[in-house]
């Protein structure tokens, strides 16, 4: 059993910042800190493309280019909760924000992933 619950998503105005939260629960994540987390977003009529990831070891971030140096991710292992910091929000970051979980490594695959949330919206108006 797993599951993983986005929040934070909301409409803001470009220039503006939010914070999407990621929450794992179930007994699949009795062992999180194993877990690779992604987040991954998708617009509508485009594909789902990877954002940002954090490693297992807490060691490993990766980053989109486009959102390199204004978003920011982390992880609270005690808490079971990886976090999305995005600042200087464009509207091209408009869509519907996903994490996603990998055992150990991150990977730009979609496919990869075995544990999906239900996603977040995020809207960036001009």
């Known amino acids: 059993q797993a599951q993983l619950v986005e929040s934070g998503g909301g409409l803001v105005q470009s220039g503006g910042s939010l914070r999407l939260s990621c929450v794992a629960s179930?007994?699949?994540?009795?062992?999180?800190?194993?877990?690779?987390i992604g987040w991954f977003r998708q617009a509508p009529g485009k594909e789902r493309e990877g954002v940002s990831c954090?490693?297992?070891?807490?060691?490993?971030?990766e980053y989109i280019d486009s959102v390199r140096g204004r978003f920011t991710i982390s992880r609270d292992n005690a808490k079971n909760t990886v976090y999305l910091q995005m600042n200087s929000l464009k509207p091209e970051d408009t869509a519907l924000y996903y994490c996603?979980?990998?055992?150990?490594?991150?990977?730009?695959?979609?496919?990869?992933?075995?544990?999906w949330g239900q996603g977040t919206q995020v809207t960036v108006s001009s």
């Open positions: 954090i490693s297992s070891s807490d060691v490993i971030t």
């Open positions: 179930g007994s699949t994540f009795k062992y999180y800190g194993y877990y690779a």
């Open positions: 996603a979980a990998v055992y150990h490594y991150c990977s730009p695959d979609p496919g990869r992933y075995d544990y």
